[in-house]
Nanobody, 116 residues
């Protein structure tokens, strides 16, 4: 059974940092894309960053230069280092995994709150 679990969220002051983790298990095929999305109350879920085969990384303009995505291929683990956090980064952050067969797997999310 496939399991995707995010962790590392919390409450942080503006300008602070958090590191999110995503652990995936039970995926029997190779992974093509691992990514982070977020959803703030009242908003649609939006793409934040992803990392693809060959470790190519992509970022939304709103987080470029502040967030860094990385992965451990051997252990199907994904991270998101978030620096210089802003109140507008407050959201439920989700991990999404796409297999080589284009099957998608989502975690339940981890809450990030940026507030003084």
């Amino acid at each position: 059974q496939v399991q995707v679990a995010e962790s590392g969220g919390g409450l942080v002051q503006p300008g602070g940092s958090l590191r999110l983790s995503c652990a995936a298990s039970g995926i029997m095929s190779a992974i093509r894309i691992m990514g982070w999305y977020r959803q703030a109350p009242g908003n649609q879920r939006e793409w934040v960053a992803d990392i693809r085969s060959g470790d190519t990384t992509n970022y939304a303009e709103s987080v470029k230069g502040r967030f860094t995505i990385s992965r451990d291929n051997a252990n199907n683990t994904l991270w998101l280092q978030m620096n210089n956090l802003k109140p507008e980064d407050t959201a439920l952050y989700y991990c999404k995994i796409v297999s080589i067969w284009s099957k998608e797997y989502w975690g339940q999310g981890t809450q990030v709150t940026v507030s003084s």
